[in-house]
């Protein structure tokens, strides 16, 4: 065991490096083939791995928070489904949101996201997901944010 520790977070765990000097740290880290650890831990633990959920935007902890499994849980929902799809897609930003990922939540995203009213604020990913337009993001701040956070709390109305 060295002098030293260096502790890195990863997407599968911790990992400690034990080193005497900057020298003996590269060292270490350059024998380290992360690919390979990965896949070993992976392997053995993958599945009781506790992962720690994405945070929410600040100032919007309030009104959505993420599941383990990286999922947006509203903790307030907008009064129409168009609005419910645009909270959605700004919380889960900049990750896409697929057709099913909607469903699950008993919304038929393609019932709105091509209406007339509607079509400006949604686009589509290459691989069919949906995700805002910058006036889709702009109507999320402005017309749900704005309705469902208090003006005290919500990000874009601090004053100083």
């Known amino acids: 065991m060295g002098k030293y520790e260096a502790r890195v977070k990863t997407n599968f765990g911790e990992i400690v490096v034990n080193f005497d000097s900057t020298d003996d740290l590269a060292k270490n880290i350059e024998s380290l083939n992360l690919d390979t650890v990965s896949i070993i831990v992976l392997k053995k633990f993958g599945s009781i791995i506790v992962k720690e959920p994405r945070k929410p935007k600040p100032g919007l902890e309030g009104l959505y928070r993420f599941t383990p499994d990286g999922k947006v849980e509203l903790l307030k929902t ?22 099913e990922e909607f469903l699950f939540r008993g919304i038929t995203a393609g019932n709105y996201v091509s209406q007339t009213d509607y079509k400006k604020y949604f686009d589509k990913t290459p691989d069919d997901r949906h995700v805002l337009t910058q006036a889709g993001r702009q109507w999320v701040e402005s017309e749900i944010i704005s309705k469902l956070v208090p003006k005290a709390a919500s990000p874009e109305k601090k004053s100083g």
């Open 78 to 99: 907008p009064s129409s489904a168009p609005m419910t799809i645009g909270l959605l897609l700004y919380a889960s930003d900049p990750e896409p949101m697929s057709s």
